[in-house]
């Protein structure tokens, strides 16, 4: 793994786990400076290819990578097909995602035998 870490990088791990502005400013006040300011550029997207020179923002990438590396394997996901994590005894990820599986077409075993 390169020591470098960009803030495309960074803001496709923020999108996998759901990290959002304020959760990043908050995390990050007192150790940077104008956390809310850096992590505004990180999330647009703007400037993926500019690597992140901050130690404990780093730090905290590597972690959590290491976290959703570890994670990954073992976490269900939305019945739907979107690939969003569920948690506890859900099945969705979100009442979007209920509607979507509402909508979708059904086969059945006799639909299936008509198709073929």
């Not at 300011?37 to 647009?44: A, H, I, K, M, P």
């Not at 976290?67 to 394997?73: S, Y």
């Amino acid at each position: 793994m390169s020591n470098e870490v960009t803030f495309g990088d960074f803001a496709a791990l923020s999108r996998r786990r759901g990290w959002t502005l304020p959760f990043l400013s908050e995390r990050f006040r007192g150790t940077i400076e104008q956390p809310a300011e850096l992590f505004g550029r990180v999330l647009q997207g703007q400037y993926a290819a500019v690597a992140i020179p901050f130690d404990s923002v780093l730090a905290f990438y590597r972690q959590e990578l290491a976290f959703h590396r570890d994670t990954a394997k073992r976490e269900r996901l939305c019945a739907c097909g979107c690939g969003a994590p569920v948690f506890d005894r859900k099945k969705w990820a979100s009442a979007a995602c209920r509607k979507r599986s509402q909508r979708m077409p059904t086969r059945t075993a006799f639909s299936a035998s008509l198709s073929s």
